[in-house]
């Protein structure tokens, strides 16, 4: 199915929760804020949130730096 993930149309498996995605992309570890469709998608949902086609998905994660 596709998806827009941070404005670029990308294909993922249908049924692709919000778990296999950031995990899928590497960032299991990090720091994140995910928003789906404009609505914050808390870390603790995550597992639960099932991706659907033309989901708007926007990941941000926060860079240490000094």
Sequence with gaps: MQIQLNGTPTTVPDATRMSGLIEHLGLTDRRLAVEVNRE???????????????????????????
């Design 40 to 66: 914050l998608v808390p870390r603790s949902r995550f597992a639960e949130h099932e991706l659907k086609a033309g989901d708007a998905v926007e990941i941000i994660h926060a860079v240490g730096g000094g």
